[in-house]
């Protein structure tokens, strides 16, 4: 029997549908997550600058960030998952939600679906919820819960996501939510979205990364990219060389190897010194994990930021070698 209220209709990032057979499609890389997106005819009710989904984007209604996301029947894609997760051929399920006003319905129905036929971990991406709603999302079962900041500063998230920007969000609410989230959900447990590229400087970026490792909440860190349609269409993608900077110190803060007030910036916000010495600098930037996807563990979210072309801001799967070399002369921390 299904769950009672589950969504006719829902969407499935492409490389998701592939893997779970679907579609057809070439991939240069696999996802180890599925990706879902719940499914509205409309518009999401926010307006952030960066998202095609956005409520006065004239983007395309199947794209989120630059892939694209065709709609199932939801039973069908439940059903999949179960045949792959079986299989291991999926480590994660991550539901990301648009906002409107039964969202919180829909994803419960489907998370209580999922579970009822197969064991596997569920991530949330969603908008600031309530106490009680987090507390229900942790009861049916979800693994983690992840609230977007997607701005590293106050100022920021006002332009692209709170009020000037003609959206529904406060800074403050959503970081009220994270903390409420790390409450229920129990620190590393809590995931939230950073978007590089918005006009932040460094040591901002760092100071955003520092404090969410204080709290207990994972930021995964996104390369801004502009879609055609969104309020941001015409915004630049970041340097490759600032996007690496900040790959580097998030890696370092997370594994708690140094921290924000152990750097030293430039009077402009410009990382001068990670606060480890240069040699272990060179290790880690030789093991290539900082540039790896970073969010909930199992997520690779393969060519999200880039073009399989490059540049490659996040890899999916270790960089070799040679990707390896070029990222080195990519940094210009190195040189100093
Ligand atoms: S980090 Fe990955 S799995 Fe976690 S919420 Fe974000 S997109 Fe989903």
Not at 58 to 85: K, N, Y
Not at 203 to 217: F, S, Y
Request: net charge positive.
């Amino acid at each position: 029997m299904h769950t009672r209220g589950l969504p006719e209709k829902i969407r499935a990032s492409l490389g998701s549908a592939v893997v779970l057979g679907l579609t057809k499609a070439a991939l240069d890389a696999e996802p180890t997550t599925i990706y879902l997106l719940t499914f509205l005819s409309s518009k999401c009710s926010a307006n952030c600058g960066f998202c095609p989904q956005a409520r006065k984007s004239r983007g395309r209604a199947d794209m989120l960030s630059r892939v694209t996301w065709p709609v199932f029947p939801t039973e069908r894609v439940v059903s999949r998952i179960q045949h792959a997760v079986k299989k291991g051929a999926v480590e994660r399920v991550c539901i990301q939600a648009l906002n409107y006003p039964t969202v919180f319905e829909d994803v419960e129905n489907i998370v209580r679906e999922v579970l009822s036929r197969v064991n596997v971990p569920i991530s949330i991406s969603c908008q600031p919820m309530n106490r009680e709603e987090i507390r229900k999302l942790a009861e049916v079962g979800v693994e983690r819960i992840c609230v977007p900041l997607d701005a590293t500063t106050e100022e920021l998230f006002n332009k692209v996501k709170g009020r000037l920007a003609g959206g529904p969000y406060v800074w403050e609410e959503q970081r009220r939510s994270l903390k409420e989230a790390v409450h229920i959900f129990g620190k590393g447990s809590v995931s939230t979205h950073l978007i590089v590229g918005l006009g932040e400087t460094e040591e901002e970026a760092v100071r955003a990364i520092q404090w969410c490792v204080d709290l207990g909440v994972y930021p995964g860190l996104f390369a801004f990219t502009p879609i055609r349609g969104t309020t941001l269409e015409t915004r630049a993608r970041p340097s490759i060389s600032h996007y690496r900077t900040i790959q580097i110190a998030h890696s370092l803060i997370t594994d708690r190897r140094t921290r924000c007030e152990e750097m030293y910036f430039s009077k402009e916000g410009a990382i001068k010194d990670f606060g480890i010495p240069i040699k272990h600098l060179e290790q880690t930037v030789r093991t290539g994990k900082p540039f790896l996807t970073s969010g909930c563990p199992g997520c690779n979210r393969p060519y999200y930021n880039e073009r399989p072309g490059g540049p490659i801001y996040n890899y999916p799967r270790h960089p070799q070698s040679e990707e390896i070399a070029e990222i080195k002369e990519q940094i210009s921390a190195l040189d100093a």
